[in-house]
């Protein structure tokens, strides 16, 4: 079925839904789901350019979030929790001034996420939490943070996804389930596809999968390595001996030594391996030492062929939060910018831990939904402070908290710079108009900014 | 737009001759003008200060993704390294690698007015730019990479200079870059197979070409375009023991090609970090290595064709980084420090290791002395620009500390006798001992602004203090007549101007940051060429098949990467 039938086919359902609407066909369009950011999604609008009918290339998690903005019941203007529970609908003016207020008479707030908006939003961002002096944190926090860390120890030697499509021909996923959470990933970059020097796609290739549960990704490996639970740090130091040639116990976590002198001359063997590891590794028993390991397996190769390690970024830009941060103020999370410079101490600066120990009075989230993500115990302090949430949705965060912003989707209704999970930045295209009158989040953040100003200068 | 006359400086212009005369500067609606055409502008006393126009920096690493690298991987950079953002001024941190924020500010404060980001690996430009538009008051321009680019290597391979120059216009287009840059050539797609070039005459796997065939086809193609700079080259085994024969290699390539721009450029070839390629001998030990910028100098200085920067090392704790990926491989097997590492794909690739210089080993003292040596060796100073390859060979902040070793004698004599300490092996084996010259504030001025302005095809707006020229003015707390006792005032001056005009505004008064800069701009060069199907066809092909980008999503477009361009028009139609 050839696919400009199926687009046909598609767009006559959409059709039947609109009758009378032809469609427009956006393309290269960039999809702000997850940190695999895939550039070439087309995008089928109605006549008027203002209604999505379908979403081409994407998987179904990226396809789902253009159709979600166009939801009917969608929430198009700020609403404030009244004492009685239920929500009033109040002014974008009006929600500037609750969070201005709210940012100067806090103590330390904690403006928290960044992961799900464009660099600019975040740009201005940093410079709202330098000014009312708050620790910052973004979505690491609670996933690659570990990652962040282990590259502070030890480096990274990494490659962009198409060095991994052109060249790799020995592919680790150790932790990581890329068929349900990065699901265009093995097409798009790492499995399947064509590339200068692996001509022949997944036959070029050598799948590993690491992973003590029998995931979709697993069940397409050429080894899948099962190992015990918790026991990845193990694991991965027995290779780096089973490379160097040295002896191994019978078994390593669960895995017998001959397995692993396998995998590990597997790996030698190739002309250019790359490791991707996701949050199996990076937020189980061990955490960024399981990266520090993993690192050190990818410099040790280094020493017999090409090798490359590169983490599955979850959010779509999460990782052009860190880089901003980094440029502005030289930490890639957990910063504390409540003396006037920034400090990084995770464990101390980071978000969970604030909130758990007390230390912050006001919680600022934005592009993230720590309502759902964080353990009930930091979710319920947020409940207890002045918060406010800035989401195009309706989350557990914004329902936890005292004023929820709606905005323009980013990517969707508003462009702006997306970094992908290799760092590679992209620039996302805006698709249709956001509803009349809706503020973006770097809107918000600029009113906010202004008005913070005001109020510090008259004070 | 306040009119502003600098009085009774010691004004040092190497354009106009004029050398430490006192007079005074005016500039009006941004631009420098005849004194006597102000009338009601606000004056500035330099009297027993040095006024010079504004610094220009040819080569630093200050904006992009490996600058970033380095600075998210070092947290130990920052500590003990910040500064309380107060009035207008933002928080600042870094050493080696500083925030974009500081890194405005450093500039600033060291009379500086424009800089060049020295390595942009095309897929991530719209990375550099964003830190270039967070980096406040100074005007950058940043250089692709092009010396391991696969379109690059095909057309070269085929002789195609043509093509390679259409490909060049492209992509100079696409991501709003300002020249040609090339890094170790031909090494840093090997070492995506974990090899690398060594020589001008090694090949490059599959693509079956050599160095020496990329930096000439480069060049070509440069002179073809009609380019604002010159080719500017990283050559292959920077910091190898021996590697002096490949530097000279390298730099006679440029024999038989003739500058061809309208810019007042002369040179085809600008050889980047100099200090880094004069190294004789086979081992780091002082039994065995030599400096051997004598010998590299007396072929420049034969030559009027090449320009370079020195890449002086400042024996500090710092961040190497370079787009030579298989070099930072290389020393962090030395250093066993942290490594990172990053291939582009179709492009480059990069990598970044902290180092530490250490005073106390002979090799970083003998690196020291050949950098310093090569700025003391050179005929003509308009060829030799300092720089320290920020942070490569030294952190940013260590440019003042350099001129005052090319300036002082006793400067020198110190190090070698209390600082360094195998000050005697260094003797021995480098020529910094010999050497009694003293750069002078004139000179100076040429190999800071006039020079690099001039091979960057800015003369036109920077470097010199002539009317008509950018409003930019710094003036040093620099007594030229009575200072000259003690080589710290050098360093403490030059750190600290009085006053920084930028563009006609006033940024620095009175040592102090009072402004961060209102129409600080990113500078392009836009090269028209004629319709070139083969290239177009070959483009759209890549993207097709081997680029995880679409070509679409490739080109640096929207005001957030550029609110202020200022672009370059070159007509290579002809």
Request: proline share 5%.
């Amino acid at each position: 079925m050839s696919r400009s039938w199926m687009r046909l086919r598609s767009l006559r359902r959409s059709a039947y839904r609109q009758v009378g609407n032809l469609a427009k066909i956006v393309t290269d369009v960039v999809c702000p789901f997850c940190g695999t950011l895939c550039d070439d999604l087309e995008v089928a609008l109605d006549d008027s350019g203002e209604k999505i009918l379908e979403v081409y290339n994407a998987c179904a998690i990226g396809a789902a979030k253009f159709l979600h903005s166009q939801a009917e019941d969608r929430l198009t203007r700020p609403q404030m929790k009244q004492e009685d529970g239920s929500w009033k609908e109040v002014t974008y003016d009006e929600a500037v001034e609750y969070t201005a207020q709210m940012l100067i008479d806090a103590k330390k707030p904690l403006m928290y996420g960044w992961s799900s908006t464009s660099c600019s939003a975040q740009s201005v961002g940093s410079e709202l939490g330098e000014v009312v002096g708050a620790c910052m944190d973004n979505t690491a926090t609670v996933c690659h943070g570990s990652s962040l860390i282990a590259v502070q120890d030890v480096g990274i030697p990494s490659a962009t996804l198409g060095e991994i499509a052109n060249r790799a021909d020995r592919v680790v996923f150790w932790g990581c389930n890329p068929a349900h959470a990065h699901p265009r990933h093995m097409s798009r970059y790492s499995i399947f596809p064509r590339g200068f020097f692996t001509g022949k796609g997944s036959k070029s290739r050598k799948m590993v999968v690491v992973d003590p549960r029998r995931t979709d990704t697993a069940k397409m490996a050429d080894i899948h390595l099962q190992l015990e639970q918790g026991h990845d740090y193990e694991l991965l130091s027995a290779i780096r001996v089973a490379i160097r040639g040295e002896k191994l116990p019978k078994t390593v976590a669960g895995i017998p030594a001959e397995t692993i002198y396998e995998v590990a001359e597997t790996l030698k063997s190739g002309r250019f391996a790359v490791i991707f590891f996701g949050m199996g590794v990076t937020q189980s028993l061990g955490k960024n030492h399981n990266i520090d390991i993993a690192i050190a397996v990818t410099r040790d190769l280094n020493d017999y062929t090409k090798a490359a390690i590169i983490p599955m970024r979850g959010h779509y830009n999460v990782t052009g939060s860190g880089q901003v941060w980094g440029w502005q103020f030289g930490f890639p999370f957990c910063l504390d910018l409540s003396r006037g410079f920034a400090r990084y101490n995770p464990g101390d600066s980071s978000s969970n831990d604030l909130l758990i120990r007390d230390e912050v009075d006001a919680a600022f989230v934005l592009g993230s939904d720590p309502g759902a993500h964080f353990p009930v115990g930091s979710v319920r302090k947020i409940a207890q402070m002045p918060s406010v949430c800035i989401d195009p949705h309706i989350t557990p965060t914004s329902a936890v908290s005292k004023l929820h912003v709606p905005v323009a989707f980013v990517g969707v209704e508003v462009g702006g710079c997306a970094y992908r999970m290799d760092n590679v930045p992209i620039e996302t295209r805006k698709v249709v108009e956001p509803p009349e009158g809706m503020l973006t989040d770097e809107e918000f953040l600029t009113m906010v900014l202004k008005r913070v100003k005001e109020m510090k200068g008259a004070a | 737009m306040t009119d502003y006359i600098i009085r009774n400086g010691f004004v040092y212009d190497p354009v106009l001759g004029i050398n430490g005369d006192i007079m005074d500067v005016a500039v009006r609606d941004g631009k420098i003008v005849d004194a006597g055409d102000v009338t009601k502008a606000t004056e500035i006393d330099a009297s027993g200060m040095t006024v010079m126009a504004a610094a220009v920096d040819i080569h630093a690493h200050v904006a992009g993704p490996k600058v970033n690298v380095g600075r998210n991987f070092r947290p130990e950079d920052k500590l003990f390294n910040c500064n309380v953002g107060s009035g207008v001024k933002r928080m600042e941190a870094g050493f080696s690698v500083p925030t974009t924020i500081r890194t405005g500010y450093l500039y600033a404060r060291m009379g500086f007015g424009f800089s060049m980001e020295a390595a942009m690996p095309p897929l991530y430009a719209r990375h550099t730019h964003e830190e270039i538009v967070d980096t406040p008051i100074i005007d950058q321009g940043a250089l692709p990479v092009f010396g391991n680019n696969w379109f690059v290597l095909e057309y070269i391979k085929e002789n195609e200079v043509e093509n390679t120059a259409a490909y060049i216009a492209w992509l100079l287009a696409q991501t709003k870059g300002y020249g040609v840059k090339c890094v170790n050539p031909g090494g840093t797609e090997s070492w995506g197979w974990g090899m690398n070039c060594e020589t001008v005459d090694d090949v490059v796997p599959y693509f079956d070409v050599t160095p020496r065939q990329i930096v000439d086809g480069l060049i070509a193609a440069n002179e073809m375009l009609g380019l604002p700079h010159c080719m500017h080259v990283h050559g292959n085994s920077l910091g190898e023991p021996g590697n002096y024969g490949v530097t000279l290699d390298t730099l006679k390539i440029a024999e038989g090609h003739k500058p061809n721009n309208e810019f007042g450029r002369e040179s085809v070839l600008h050889h980047t970090h100099l200090q880094f390629h004069c190294y004789g001998g086979e081992s780091y030990a002082s039994k065995s290595f030599e400096s051997k910028s004598k010998e590299v100098m007396d072929y420049v200085n034969s030559t009027d064709n090449i320009t370079f920067d020195l890449g002086v090392v400042t024996l500090d704790e710092t961040t190497t980084m370079t787009a030579d990926g298989p070099f930072e491989f290389h020393l962090s097997h030395m250093n066993s420090l942290k490594w990172a590492n990053t291939d582009v794909e179709l492009e480059t690739g990069s990598g970044i290791v902290p180092f530490i210089y250490n005073p106390k080993t002979f090799i970083a003292g003998a690196q020291w002395a050949v950098g310093l040596e090569l700025g003391l060796l050179v005929k003509d100073p308009m060829k030799a620009y300092v720089t320290t390859d920020a942070p490569n060979a030294g952190p940013l902040m260590r440019y003042p500390r350099v001129y005052k070793w090319l300036m002082s004698a006793k400067a020198r004599e110190d190090m070698l006798n209390n600082v360094l300490k195998y000050g005697d092996s260094i003797r021995a084996r480098c020529y910094i001992g010999e050497l009694d010259r003293e750069i002078s504030l004139y000179e100076l001025a040429m190999m800071t602004r006039a020079g690099p302005a001039k091979t960057l095809g800015l003369g036109h707006m920077f470097g010199s203090l002539k009317a008509g020229l950018e409003g930019d003015v710094a003036v040093y707390p620099y007594n030229p007549e009575s200072d000259t006792d003690d080589p710290e005032k050098i360093e403490y001056a030059f750190g600290n101007c009085a006053t920084l005009i930028k563009g006609g505004e006033l940024i620095i008064k009175e040592g102090e940051v009072v402004s961060n800069g209102r129409q600080k701009r990113t500078f392009w060069v836009n090269a028209k060429t004629n319709e070139n199907p083969v290239v177009e066809r070959d483009i759209s092909e890549k993207f097709k098949r081997y680029y995880t980008v679409t070509q679409n999503n490739y080109t640096v477009e929207g005001h957030h990467y550029m609110p202020n361009p200022y672009v370059i028009e070159v007509d290579a139609t002809k």
